[in-house]
């Protein structure tokens, strides 16, 4: 009796832009059949699309997975992970590799030298539509020519590609998730394996190295479908194995379109008309780029563009790669937990778990066929349920590292222990971690740039007896001439002082003050926001204020 091989499994992503959600469940799902049956999964990088590819790409996909907890035990290396006897796992440093296999079809009579042009190729297009058929190029043109006329095209340097000849006959493929499907005969074409550049075509590439690197399940999202069939006839070709395949849902958005940088896009546009913005703000795009964006829903602005406007427009932009999330302050483990459930359920009601779960459940015959609509306010509750079960030591060094990455600014401003009471104050009512650092943006706005509440100024500055300004008046002489400028020493003259000025009420004291350092009537307790601001920027915030009322301080 002949063992069966082991489970092998690859998540294959091309290294443009950032992961999205849709390749992190797919890198998910890869890992947790294979881990869960004693097998291995493998990171390859197909990056044979030399324009679209970049090394900060591949090191940005290392490092979300690793951030989402999903280990590769082959792969490219990265922070202890990866390595391994298959490689090297880039595709675009496997190309002699390829190039063997190249010659071995055309040596058999598989594969040939097409010199079409785009012309050339335009007019059987142009004439297939004329007739009303779908255009499936066999090579009509190329095979016309000798092995002479091959050879001296080959030899002048003529611009060619390497084609794949498909035979007659309708292909079969087995999909452990959709079923059995046919694709009849006629409907492949004699697809490119080799681009003009001289790097092979993904069809190519991917059936080489499922191959080499020993790939016995190939599951890749719903999209890829469609290529198999060229997979499957290319494989027969080389004398390959044939993978089982598991194509996975998409995952949409809840009106069943696309998620993708287009929705942020989208997010914008509609703050910008609710603004009525009709020039873009200082130092974020040139205007004729802006109006051209504005104009036209198809056009998509550079990344760092849109996190800029979002930014300055004080709006929030849906997430939809993994770093999104991440920057978002969401938990990882939390963020696996709702992917997984995003095209495969345990079963009975059971939601919540971690990843050591799903390794252990994680089957095919629980995925679904129907995209996967993604809700976002359940993970939103996903994760206000993750943080709130926190320990406050665990909420706080998790806050603390969202902190250092994304926040280093805000970070540098506080001590240790400034920091530990910012977080008793957030910790319960805090859905991401980036809410501490979001409802808190007092701390790293310049004391000119604070803008003050309006509702708060009339509310608690211009109202009340005797009126916020008279009160922040009366702190401000107390504060000016403190020495210890600490939550203790200012604990020590603004409590009596309340007792004489606000009748002891120490919130009607605090709210004047609040709105004057933070422009609202939320923030940390007082003495805290006194000492976090510092002696100077305080009292600049309360004269900036006073000054605004007209009553001199
Ligand atoms: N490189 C392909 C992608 O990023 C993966 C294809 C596959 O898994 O076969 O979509």
């Not at 015959?365 to 993604?374: D, I, M, Y």
Request: net charge neutral.
């Amino acid at each position: 009796m002949t063992a069966s091989p082991m489970v092998v499994t690859r998540f294959a992503p091309s290294p443009s832009g950032h992961l999205h959600v849709g390749g992190a469940r797919t890198a998910l799902f890869c890992w947790a059949y294979a881990k869960g049956r004693g097998g291995s999964f493998t990171l390859r990088i197909e990056d044979t699309d030399q324009k679209r590819s970049s090394d900060a790409a591949s090191i940005g996909f290392a490092k979300d997975l690793k951030w989402l907890g999903i280990d590769w035990d082959e792969g490219p290396e990265y922070e202890g992970s990866g390595g391994g006897p298959r490689g090297p796992y880039f595709q675009s440093e496997r190309l002699p590799i390829y190039r063997r296999h190249l010659d071995r079809l055309i040596a058999a009579g598989n594969a040939y030298y097409a010199f079409e042009t785009a012309e050339e190729l335009t007019a059987l297009r142009e004439a297939a539509k004329a007739k009303g058929v779908p255009f499936r190029y066999k090579g009509e043109i190329a095979r016309a020519r000798s092995v002479e006329e091959i050879a001296a095209l080959r030899a002048a340097g003529a611009p060619s590609v390497i084609r794949f000849h498909t035979r007659a006959g309708p292909i079969t493929i087995e999909d452990e998730v959709l079923g059995t499907a046919v694709i009849p005969d006629g409907e492949t074409d004699d697809f490119v394996i080799q681009k003009a550049d001289g790097f092979p075509t993904y069809h190519f590439a991917v059936v080489v190295d499922d191959e080499l690197m020993g790939v016995t399940h190939v599951l890749r999202a719903q999209e890829h479908f469609n290529n198999t069939a060229k997979h499957i006839v290319l494989q027969d070709a080389l004398g390959f194995r044939r993978p089982t395949y598991g194509h996975l849902p998409l995952i949409v958005n809840p009106d069943g379109s696309k998620m993708s940088k287009r929705d942020k896009d989208k997010v914008l546009r509609k703050a910008i008309a609710e603004r009525a913005l009709t020039s873009p703000p200082v130092g974020t795009v040139d205007p004729a780029t802006f109006a051209a964006w504005l104009k036209d829903k198809t056009i998509q602005l550079p990344p760092e563009v849109t996190t800029r406007l979002a930014t300055l427009l004080g709006v929030t932009l849906p997430e939809i790669n993994v770093d999104d999330f991440r920057r978002s302050g969401y938990l990882p483990e939390v963020l696996c937990n709702f992917l997984s459930l995003n095209g495969w359920s345990p079963g009975g009601d059971l939601e919540k778990f971690d990843n050591e779960f799903l390794r252990e459940h994680f089957d095919l015959a629980r995925v679904l066929k129907t995209p996967a609509k993604f809700d976002r306010a359940k993970l939103l509750a996903f994760n206000l349920h993750a943080i709130s079960a926190m320990t406050r030591e665990a909420f706080v060094t998790r806050a603390a590292a969202h902190g250092q990455a994304f926040h280093a600014g805000f970070m540098a401003k506080l001590t240790v222990a400034q920091f530990r009471s910012l977080c008793d104050a957030s910790h319960e009512r805090s859905k991401t971690l980036d809410d501490l650092f979001r409802s808190n943006t007092f701390i790293t706005t310049a004391d000119d740039d604070l803008v003050l509440d309006p509702k708060a100024v009339k509310k608690v500055l211009e109202g009340g007896s005797p009126c916020g300004y008279d009160i922040l008046r009366g702190a401000r002489a107390v504060l000016a001439p403190l020495a210890d400028w600490t939550v203790g020493g200012l604990e020590g003259v603004l409590k009596p002082h309340a007792e004489s000025a606000v009748g002891g009420s120490l919130g009607s004291l605090a709210q004047p003050l609040r709105v004057a350092l933070c422009g609202s009537t939320v923030s940390p307790p007082i003495f805290d926001t006194l000492a976090i601001l510092g002696r100077e920027s305080s009292l600049a915030r309360i004269d900036r204020c006073l000054a605004q009322s007209g009553v001199v301080a």
